[in-house]
């Protein structure tokens, strides 16, 4: 018998060998077969969908879980215009905390103030707390003196805006988060995930230093699943910031590893171990993604972004996280950053070539068209956030200059190269939504109406694999997900209309009707 059986549906498959169905049957959270395979069997309830378009569950392969739901909870100073209308909002916001308490806020953007802040704008408003201020971008930070007094000098630039390094040092400042804290935080992204059809993604990097919330984050993912509130499968990637030298036998190749050696794979089900997250360089946003030409300002020609450490340094933790094992994810937004990390992929192959590892560049959000070839000889998957240019894509066009701007998070190139690619969404740096994503995928349009790189458009069929089939594999979940296969997870998005036939102006306004995982009617 089966648990469920759903009629009346047009039902896209990602599945070459069976594309479209009108009925499935689902029994103890697989699915066990299409159309006439099941219309014969009883079920214990059916589900008539009246005409709903049912796709694979999405998978969104790069966010930021506890991270968005902290700031979904922390007063947020976005969107802002004029600096005075910050320093208010905070000033309100700090009258409600403990006195000497640390007050974190999110969405902090200079680019699109009248004047940048500095700690000493913070500071008439602090009354005695500790005020951070969190980057739009997650890569710097706004701080008064209060937080500037307890960071080492070399970090501590005296007018509060730190970046990578230095905003890593402000966070470890901040007393840890709880565990209960960012369990509920998790919970709460989760959800909002779900409400949008995603049924998995991979958390992108718990125990960094860059941006942890607590030494020992990754027990809150799994408080969460304990006490079932982790609502959607959720793959962890582990910084690399977590390795500690180990001496292990020579024949293991592992010359670094985290506690008890536990590597890509380990755990199954709802929640397990993914991949080895390594920063290459910075974000866009902050000006701190590693380039090989200047960012354009209205000055002229500007700095050129930076490297997290030095290329032999990067070199050496890509090589030896792939021979230990792990599948990488190396995150690399700049070209220069690209470089760096395609030298290092390359080496390690050579060394000891690993097909199956599947490892991944996230970001890749400025791609020259010579690396492109490497790319694909590398067999590596790009997972991109397509949502990052259809929110600050002026910008980013802007300070790339017109020669540059068709390099942006491509689509199109890297399908012709033989490049995969995985959609995610980097949530909460920008807007979550795969279907929002989808569409800038096929129109390449900013809010304001701006074409970016218009030859890197790809067709609505292609965007709709990147977030299913294409994001499964990269999380290696292809055997249980990304298609609606007999044999795998019912994992399901039911929507108002289909993607392939609207408008593409109208595919980000789809409404998700319903999220199934394994068979669980959850939104």
Same mark, same amino acid.
């Not at 690399?332 to 950053?337: H, K, L, S, T, W």
């Given at each position: 018998m089966l648990s469920t059986r759903i009629t009346n549906a047009r039902i896209v498959t990602m599945d070459p060998d069976r594309p479209a169905a009108r009925e499935l049957g689902i029994w103890r959270g697989r699915v066990v077969g299409l159309d006439e395979d099941v219309a014969d069997l009883p079920a214990r309830r059916t589900l008539d969908l009246d005409g709903a378009t049912v796709l694979p569950g999405f998978v969104d392969a790069h966010v930021h879980l506890a991270w968005a739901g902290l700031k979904a909870k922390a007063p947020g100073v976005a969107p802002s215009r004029r600096a005075d209308d910050v320093l208010r909002v905070v000033a309100e916001a700090v009258a409600e905390a403990p006195a000497g308490g640390w007050v974190d806020f999110g969405g902090y953007d200079q680019r699109t103030l009248d004047r940048p802040l500095t700690a000493r704008d913070l500071d008439t408003v602090s009354a005695g707390r500790k005020v951070y201020l969190g980057h739009l971008s997650g890569h710097a930070c706004l701080v008064n003196s209060a937080v500037l007094a307890g960071l080492p000098a070399e970090v501590a630039r005296p007018d509060g805006f730190l970046a990578e390094g230095a905003m890593g040092a402000a966070l470890r400042s901040r007393p840890p988060h709880s565990l209960a804290e960012l369990a509920t935080a998790i919970e709460h992204a989760a959800r909002v995930c779900r409400s949008e059809g995603i049924t998995g993604c991979a958390e992108a990097g718990v125990g960094a230093r860059l941006f942890g919330h607590s030494p020992i984050e990754g027990a809150a993912y799994q408080l969460a699943h304990e006490s079932g509130r982790l609502p959607l499968r959720v793959r962890l990637m582990v910084a690399a910031d977590a390795l500690r030298p180990v001496r292990a036998d020579a024949e293991d190749t592992t010359s670094r590893a985290i506690d008890l050696g536990l590597r890509t794979g380990f755990g199954e089900g709802?929640?397990?171990?993914?991949?080895?997250?390594?920063?290459?360089d910075g974000g866009m946003m902050a000006r701190t993604a590693a380039l090989t030409s200047p960012y354009l300002t209205p000055a002229g020609p500007g700095g050129s972004g930076q490297l997290m450490h030095e290329p032999e340094v990067l070199e050496s933790t890509i090589v030896e996280g792939h021979l230990a094992g792990w599948q990488l994810a190396v995150h690399?937004?700049?070209? +220069? &950053?690209l470089d760096v990390a395609l030298d290092a992929l390359e080496k390690a192959r050579k060394l000891s070539p690993r097909p199956e590892a599947r490892h991944r560049v996230e970001h890749a959000g400025l791609v020259r068209p010579d690396q492109l070839p490497r790319l694909a000889a590398l067999g590596v998957t790009v997972v991109i956030q397509p949502s990052f240019l259809r929110y600050y894509g002026d910008d980013y066009a802007t300070i790339m200059g017109e020669d540059r701007a068709g390099w942006l998070y491509r689509g199109r190139g890297f399908l012709d190269h033989g490049v995969r690619v995985a959609g995610s969404?980097?949530?909460?740096?920008?807007?979550?939504?795969?279907?929002?994503?989808?569409?800038?995928?096929?129109? +390449? &349009?900013?809010?304001?109406?701006r074409l970016i790189g218009p030859g890197e458009a790809i067709t609505v069929e292609e965007a709709l694999r990147a977030y299913t089939v294409e994001a499964a594999r990269a999380c290696h979940w292809d055997g249980d997900a990304g298609s609606i296969t007999p044999g795998r997870r019912a994992d399901l998005v039911a929507l108002g209309d289909d993607p392939r036939r609207v408008d593409v102006s109208r595919i980000g306004d789809i409404e998700v009707v319903r999220t199934f995982v394994e068979g669980e009617d959850v939104y």
């Open positions: 709802a929640l397990s171990l993914g991949s080895l997250k390594i920063f290459t690399a937004i700049g070209d +220069r &950053a969404s980097d949530r909460p740096v920008a807007n979550g939504a795969p279907l929002r994503a989808i569409q800038f995928m096929v129109e +390449r &349009a900013s809010e304001s109406g």
